[in-house]
């Protein structure tokens, strides 16, 4: 089993910074990529940043040259930093591990919240 919790959401006005944290804990030696995610109120959740055990990145087109996802494997954490943050970057932001098998990890989830 593997265990994500978020954290370093909250409220920023639009053009502001926030870098959110995942912990990850358990079996770590079966997880290959880390992503993360958000949710919008009435929306789908969708892809924002996927980064590899080998430190591979993949950004959505949405955010691409505002945030930047990072790992640091010596404490388990995966970040990200979001700057020139917008209103519509306003959602509840997940981090997911996905396992060499296939298998699918989610956090609990963060908010935020860009203001105008």
């Known amino acids: 089993q593997v265990q994500l919790v978020e954290s370093g959401g909250g409220l920023v006005q639009s053009g502001g910074s926030l870098r959110l944290s995942c912990v990850v804990s358990?079996?770590?030696?079966?997880?290959?990529?880390v992503g993360w995610y958000r949710q919008a109120p009435e929306k789908q959740r969708e892809l924002v940043a996927t980064?590899?055990?080998?430190?591979?990145?993949n950004y959505a087109d949405s955010v691409k040259g505002r945030f930047t996802i990072s790992r640091d494997n010596a404490k388990n954490m995966v970040y990200l930093r979001m700057s020139s943050l917008k209103p519509e970057d306003t959602a509840v932001y997940y981090c997911?591990?996905?396992?060499?098998?296939?298998?699918?990890?989610w956090g609990q989830g963060t908010q935020v919240t860009v203001s105008s």
């Open positions: 997911k591990a996905m396992s060499i098998i296939g298998q699918e990890y």
């Open positions: 358990g079996s770590i030696f079966s997880i290959n990529t």
């Open positions: 980064i590899t055990s080998f430190g591979g990145t």
